[in-house]
């Protein structure tokens, strides 16, 4: 019976495991427009704060599309987009827009982008002008009204 229990046990853990990777193939895409756009937002005002950075990590912590990933892969990637913006805004903008663009005409993951970037823009207590055009220009690019979510 032990023997019967330890393949049982087995086959539970890869089937889990093969879960994760379907959802974390299903749902890199998202990730990535998810810190590009973050990383939009916290760039948009020439200054990322802590409090950004601390607000999108507990996002995608508590996202049950998002917390298969590791959370140093999502650094590394919201590290990445920054840079991009510290290198060159335009270069880095083109990026992230490329990114964000691929939930285009998948409205519900879009909607959700931009409620996360709202989120991010107040999560020092001042979304400014910078970062609510940014989070416009998003909203446009993926088909959507920035006056649904008060922008």
């Given at each position: ?33 998810v810190?590009?756009?973050?990383a ?100 446009t ?11």
């Open positions: 019976m032990s023997a019967f229990n330890s393949v049982k046990d087995w086959l539970n853990q890869q089937k889990t495991s093969v879960s994760e990777g379907i959802s974390r193939f299903k749902n890199k895409e998202f990730m990535e427009a810190v590009a756009g973050c939009f937002v916290a760039c948009a005002n020439g200054e990322v704060k802590a409090e950004e950075k601390r607000k999108m990590a507990g996002y995608i912590e508590r996202s049950e599309e998002l917390r298969v990933f590791d959370m140093k892969d999502v650094i590394k990637a919201f590290s990445h987009y920054a840079d991009g913006f510290e290198f060159d805004f335009v270069i880095g903008k083109g990026e992230a827009m490329k990114a964000i663009g691929k939930l285009k005409g998948k409205d519900e993951a879009s909607r959700l982008l931009i409620r996360v970037c709202c989120a991010i823009g107040m999560s020092d207590g001042d979304f400014d002008d910078d970062e609510k055009q940014a989070v416009r220009e998003m909203a690019e993926l088909g959507l009204n920035p006056s649904d979510f008060g922008l």
